[in-house]
């Protein structure tokens, strides 16, 4: 709890929320997490984030549980009846910082897995998005396609858009400030036998934390 509670200060400190967010049903992966409840009880959330379930489960996460905040109703009932309840956060995430351009997989609290990445270049305004997502596509193969690039990837693992983590066997370097100025069109790249492993322990639904 004190690994998530710490991780959640670091986002709060830095994390700019946007607002295109996969469409995954929140109530698949947030255990008894009640979007509307939420919205209901806590108005000004709502007018900051809007009420799409994702965006509530994402202030839940990253301020919500350090404020006290009750993710449902039976909790708030509990707690007024003097009960103890559990936050109930998610301890196994995909964590990017862009600053560190580092990717590490935490199971349990745990980094199990660990790389540097090359994100989205900042020099030509495509940054990687920043918040928290959920993949919600996995594909073992398959060509990313825009105005200027058509490449394949032997692993993709899209969070929101067409931002995803995947394998990039055409760079040589990752890490340091590459990012800057030869930079991806936004997505997360990895060398492959990154890519190659982290595909086969994540999941649809597994969260990634953008920082």
């Known amino acids: ?8 200060k670091r986002i709060a ?21 009640d979007p509307d409840f939420y919205a209901a009880q806590y108005p000004d959330v709502v007018a900051a984030y809007g009420t799409n379930p994702n965006a509530l ?40 910082d862009i600053d560190n351009q580092t ?3 935490y199971v349990d609290g745990v980094s199990v897995l660990s790389s540097a990445v090359v994100t989205g270049n900042t020099q030509n305004g ?3 998005p920043r918040g928290v997502f959920f993949i919600d596509s996995k594909i073992p193969g398959k060509y990313l396609v825009g105005p200027t690039w058509n490449v394949w990837v032997n692993r993709w693992m899209r969070f929101t858009g067409a931002v995803g983590l995947h394998d990039a ?8 400030d590459i990012y800057t100025y030869n930079g991806s069109h936004g997505c997360v790249n990895l060398p492959s036998d990154v890519a190659n492993t982290l595909y086969d322990m994540v999941s649809v639904g597994t969260m990634v934390v953008v920082h």
């Open 1 to 8: 709890m004190r690994k998530w509670i710490f991780l959640s």
């Open 13 to 33: 400190a830095i994390l700019v929320f946007v607002g295109v967010m996969c469409t995954i049903s929140v109530s698949a992966k947030a255990g008894d997490f």
């Open 57 to 96: 489960y994402s202030h839940y996460l990253t301020f919500g549980v350090n404020e006290h905040r009750y993710k449902n109703r039976e909790d708030m009932i509990a707690a007024q009846n003097g009960q103890q309840i559990s936050q109930d956060v998610p301890s196994t995430y995909v964590d990017v």
């Open 103 to 105: 990717m590490n997989y």
């Open 126 to 128: 495509n940054g990687t």
């Open 169 to 176: 066997s055409w760079r040589s370097e990752f890490g340091g």
